[in-house]
């Protein structure tokens, strides 16, 4: 079993686009620019937004954390979202999700430009990404591909079952591995919560990349899996002890695993690689430089 380390991979693609910027800067340009709006007091959101400022600095951009109260109205949210589309000196733009249960997020994500939408959610986008056209991929799905791509895991006609069908990594990661990407062509299998048990051990038994995201300690168990599996653990759970756990029985699981993500470190640290990634592509496309 060999681990696929999001901290390593995450850290030489982030050192590889500090060096595009400061080639960008040093003929004049100004850096990249990427904003963040949080609001309220979510723990964990705040520990991820820290993550993704923490990283513009390491790439070399320039960020800024705009912070709101939990009682913003869903019209406030979408005028100083307006505001931020139109401003020329923002590349990227990032609403931390979730929001407030007052403010519908399907019209925040809808509200953001596309050519600032950093996150890779917007129908724009999502839509261009499903037909394999230039786009923002939505990030952990773009994320878990790079992981593959920096570990030289073989992809092409490989048999991948991916368990979760969310917006945020289930659809789009089974659409781009099945896709003709840089990586993809897999003949992709996507299961949720209504598979029935017996349909869903048949495919992960035959499985040679598993990917799950379902937000429950351990689903995944030993019995699930054949020798030689690739997994992508993409859940991040913590138990009342404390500790961070992902959706994978790691400490069983990991014995029949060729390979297999750690839980944290693993595609926690890819989401924000590719947003650094991203953000890159938007300050690009802004200076026609791509």
Same mark, same amino acid.
């Given at each position: 079993m060999k681990l696929l380390d999001g901290k390593i991979c995450a850290e030489s693609l982030v050192s590889d686009i500090s060096k595009k910027v400061v080639g960008y800067v040093g003929s004049g340009l100004r850096k990249p620019h990427m904003t963040v709006i949080l609001i309220g007091e979510h723990?964990?959101?705040? +520990?991820?937004?820290?993550?993704?400022?923490? +990283?513009?600095? +390491?790439?070399g951009f320039d960020s800024a954390l705009l912070r709101f109260p939990e009682n913003i $109205?869903? +019209?406030?949210?979408?005028?100083?979202i307006s505001s931020i589309n139109a401003d020329p000196a923002? %590349?990227?733009?990032? !609403?931390?999700?979730?929001v407030p249960k007052h403010i519908n997020p399907q019209n925040?994500?809808?509200?953001? %430009?596309?050519?600032?939408?950093?996150?890779?959610? =917007?129908?724009?986008n999502f839509g261009r990404? $499903?037909?394999?056209?230039?786009?923002? &991929?939505?990030?952990?799905?773009?994320g878990i591909c790079k992981l593959?791509?920096?570990?030289?895991?073989?992809?092409?006609?490989? =048999?991948?079952?991916?368990?979760? &069908?969310?917006?945020? !990594?289930g659809k789009p990661i089974s659409i781009m591995l099945s896709n003709d990407f840089d990586i993809g062509n897999a003949t992709v299998t996507l299961t949720h919560?209504?598979?029935? #048990?017996?349909?869903?051990?048949?495919?992960? &038994? #035959?499985?040679?990349?598993? !990917?799950?995201?379902?937000?429950?300690? *351990?689903?995944?168990?030993?019995?699930? !899996?054949?020798?030689g599996v690739v997994m992508i653990d993409v859940g991040i759970n913590r138990l009342e002890s404390g500790k961070l756990v992902g959706d994978v029985d790691f400490e069983n699981v990991s014995k029949k695993c060729?390979?297999? $993500?750690?839980?944290?470190?693993?595609? *926690? &640290?890819?989401?924000?690689?590719?947003?650094?990634?991203? $953000?890159?592509?938007?300050?690009?496309n802004n200076f026609n430089l791509l």
């Open positions: 723990a964990p959101s705040e +520990s991820y937004v820290k993550s993704k400022i923490k +990283s513009c600095a +390491s790439a $109205t869903e +019209s406030e949210l979408l005028a100083k923002t %590349d990227g733009l990032i !609403v931390q999700l979730p925040i994500i809808n509200a953001i %430009d596309p050519e600032k939408d950093i996150d890779g959610f =917007h129908p724009t990404m $499903t037909l394999g056209q230039k786009a923002f &991929r939505p990030a952990t799905a773009y593959l791509q920096f570990y030289e895991i073989p992809v092409k006609g490989k =048999h991948c079952v991916v368990i979760g &069908r969310s917006n945020i !990594v919560i209504e598979t029935p #048990r017996e349909l869903l051990l048949d495919e992960t &038994r #035959r499985a040679d990349i598993i !990917v799950v995201a379902v937000g429950i300690p *351990g689903f995944v168990t030993e019995d699930m !899996v054949k020798e060729s390979w297999i $993500t750690p839980v944290p470190g693993g595609v *926690g &640290r890819m989401t924000v690689a590719a947003l650094m990634i991203n $953000t890159l592509m938007a300050y690009e």
